[in-house]
């Protein structure tokens, strides 16, 4: 005879303890009612295990292997010499610190909140884990992030590719990689290989690098170029080639000895039978979501974090696991949350960021200011004179709604930017704001003044501080 599947009744389920899920889990706990927290693997977040937090760590050892091979235009000889070996070791090392604090705190957790397993919908309200188990929840809150892309074309070589997820378990750094995707994560890994000795070519069917408007990303592009090539409009065909793999495209072919497809982090919800829980999903999968609520339709059940694609950034998830935790716990009494500006960094060297709306076209109720930063003075005392930042505000008052940019100092600069967007900043107000000079911040000015010039309605700005010849971009 055979046995009933355990039974777990509860106020609200969290299906994925990554960010989003571990963050929505405590606010619904925080509102009393009971929770159950569901993952495979408790593994530790995208962040701490596979994303922000180990390619931060190669990127540090890129830097610390570039300083020393730039060392000599301060008048300084040196010669850096890499042990890859000993980079991925010091890289997991610590990546194992972060991970190890994030299980920590599941070990916190009340006792019976966790359940190991893959979970799918058999009903409304009603999931099931692989071992059997069932649970009854009032509301869901699927967290379960997104999963690397691999295209057709790598699918015959998948044994010779890295993605986020296996690239920092590789003992030694190869010899070549060719990268498959010019986005952030692309960029990133591949200058910090670059940087640490190995040969490295990118790949992008599309025609700009980062996310960035067009100007931006040629500038990005040209900069980055000149330390490993990078091909857009171009999809190479791949095949094995002894230990490698063969690259060929439009105009060449190469042999790498590992391909990195960073070509997309799509949302992770196969298995997960949505349509048992009564949703409509598209034909890709996807429910519909409310950016407000994170409620999909009118189903008690909340997407949140990666899992929805709308923004799929840590600090985003964050965020949006509070507001999926909140609604879940108190539902049907929803509560909308204001998205705030949204912010999209790239760790490259120079950063780029994409801050806030940027306009897809030139408009007559826009106004762009650009600022150059190859003869801006901090930029040139620190050999990194190159990059430039857009900056898009209404022509009518001069209130900024966007910016864009390839600076040293970038992500630091990005931050300064989103919170004048936040503060409803007019370009005057800024250049009102005290600049410390010398800064990098303070090279933000003549792209601030460019707008000033250009509003409707003319507003006071600092013209005893007038812009040196060449500051801003022609």
Known sequence: MSSKPKVEICDVAVIGAGTAGIVAEKHARDRGVTTRLIDPEFAGTTCAHVGCMPSKLLIAAADAAHAVRDAERFGISATPQVDGAAVMRRLRKHRDRFVKGVKEGFARLPDGTCLQGHARFTGPGELELDDGTQIRARSVVVATGAKPALPGPFQAVADKVLTNRNIFEIEDLPDSVGVIGSGAVGLELAQALARLGVRVEVFDMGDRVAGLPDRVSAELHRILSQEFPIHLGQGPEAEADGDGVRLSWDGGDARFDRLLVAAGRPPQLDGLDLEKAGLELDDTGMPAVDRETLQCGDAPIFLAGD???????????????????????????????????????????????????????????????????????????????????????????????????????????AHELAWAISGGLTASQMLDLPFYHPTLEEGLKPALRQICKQVSAPTPWNRADEPLPGDGCS
């Open 307 to 413: 899992a929805n694609g709308i923004r799929p950034l840590l600090h985003e998830a964050a965020d949006e696991g509070a507001v999926a935790g909140r609604n879940a716990a108190l539902y049907p009494d929803l509560r909308r949350a204001a998205r705030g500006v949204s912010m999209a960094i790239t760790f490259s060297r120079p950063s780029a960021a994409v801050i806030g709306d940027v306009p897809e076209k030139e408009d007559a109720d826009t106004i762009t200011g650009c600022a150059d930063y190859a003869n801006q003075g901090r930029a040139r005392v620190m050999g990194q004179a190159h990059g430039i930042c857009e900056i898009y505000a209404a022509r009518s008052d001069g209130r900024l709604f966007g910016a864009a940019l390839c600076l040293p100092g970038g992500e630091h600069l």
